[in-house]
Nanobody, 122 residues
Framework: QVQLVESGGGLVQAGGSLRLSCAASGRPFSSYAMGWFRQAPGKGREFVATISWNGGITYYADSVKGRFTISRDNAKNTVYLQMNSLRPEDTAEYYC???????????????WGRGTQVTVSS
């Protein structure tokens, strides 16, 4: 199996930046597409960004396009989410996930981390 551990969350002011990391172990990391999702209190899980196994294809939710960047370093078995120009509505628990293909639907991912909290104050 694959284990995923997120880190890098915290409390920031509106307009600030954070970089989330997700470290993977288990089956070869390069064989998986990776995604980031988030969930705010009282809301369902929301797609944020995804990246293909070799980093050649990325896709972003409209709500974060132009502000967030997903990247991966297969040599380090790590995927990143750089978040700039943060807004209060970005406040959520952020989860990384691994799946066979890059996808926007959460049921397309087989493995999930336990989450890291991002809180943006105004």
């Amino acid at each position: 199996q694959v284990q995923l551990v997120e880190s890098g969350g915290g409390l920031v002011q509106a307009g600030g930046s954070l970089r989330l990391s997700c470290a993977a172990s288990g089956r070869p990391f390069s064989s998986y597409a990776m995604g980031w999702f988030r969930q705010a209190p009282g809301k369902g899980r929301e797609f944020v960004a995804t990246i293909s196994w070799n980093g050649g294809i990325t896709y972003y939710a409209d709500s974060v396009k132009g502000r967030f960047t997903i990247s991966r370093d297969n040599a380090k078995n790590t995927v990143y989410l750089q978040m700039n120009s943060l807004r209060p509505e970005d406040t959520a628990e952020y989860y990384c996930a691994a799946g066979e293909f890059a996808a926007t639907m959460d049921d397309r991912y087989s493995y999930w981390g336990r989450g890291t909290q991002v809180t943006v104050s105004s």
